[in-house]
């Protein structure tokens, strides 16, 4: 089972946006329209930010946003905040039942 | 209150046994899928396995024949039963709820995870 493909690090000013992928294959991410978004602060659990592609669970700021061309899935958080500082980890249902992980994101807000 | 939360962890050696759960409270996890996740110290997080509201049960590679993921509906309490633990098991489980607003193999409720330490 092969992990997604993420940047190790993105990095941004307050206020700028940016834009993180996730690129798998098409038995994963480029198959079903089943991409997730979670966002992690060191030492808490993760929590959901997008499902389904594009969906935002409620409580979530407008400012995340997603979407998906192939087999690359991308989130994008703009107005940039400096809570917003956070790995981020992408996920897809793959052709095997199981679930796929992106390695992870490290956000900086400069 | 909605929420999960893990217990069970702990120091174990190599080849041992240990038993993970998950207290649901909110919710009833006998319909809704349910998730167990690790995170290594200082790595990212991996799936490990699922259980569907039907029963349906699914496993990762590293794990498929060792780790076997259960429910008690009296109890309200998924389970995490894993044998032949090596050292490469150690980690922070977390266990997670699927998404309940129709979203797939997403999940918005997770416990505060509880560590798995395989050393001798």
């Known amino acids: 089972q092969s992990a997604l493909t993420q940047p190790a690090s993105v990095s941004g000013s307050p206020g700028q946006s940016i834009t993180i992928s996730c690129t798998g294959t098409?038995?994963?991410?480029?198959?079903?329209?089943?991409v997730s978004w979670y966002q992690q602060h060191p030492g808490k659990a993760p929590k959901l930010m997008i499902y389904?592609?594009?969906n935002r669970p409620s409580g979530v700021s407008n400012r995340f946003s997603a979407s998906k061309s192939g087999n690359t899935a991308s989130l994008t958080i703009s107005g940039l905040q400096a809570e917003d500082e956070a790995d981020y980890y992408c996920t897809s249902y793959t052709s095997s039942s199981t679930l796929a992980f992106g390695g992870g994101t490290r956000l900086t807000v400069l | 209150e909605v929420q999960v939360v893990e217990s069970g962890g702990g120091l174990i050696q190599p080849g041992g046994s240990l038993r993970l759960s998950c207290a649901a409270s909110?919710?009833?996890?006998?319909?809704?899928?349910m998730t167990w996740v690790r995170q290594a110290p200082g790595k990212g997080l991996e799936w490990v396995s699922v259980i569907y509201g039907g029963g349906g049960t699914y496993y990762a590679d590293s794990v498929k024949g060792r780790f076997t993921i259960s429910r008690d509906n009296s109890k309200n309490t998924l389970y995490l039963q894993m044998n032949s633990l090596r050292a490469e098991d150690t980690a922070v489980y977390y266990c997670a709820r699927g998404e309940a607003g129709g979203g797939h193999d997403a999940y918005d409720i997770w416990g505060q995870g509880t560590m798995v330490t395989v050393s001798s």
């Open positions: 098409s038995s994963d991410v480029g198959g079903y329209n089943y």
């Open positions: 389904d592609v594009t």
């Open positions: 909110g919710f009833t996890v006998s319909t809704n899928y």
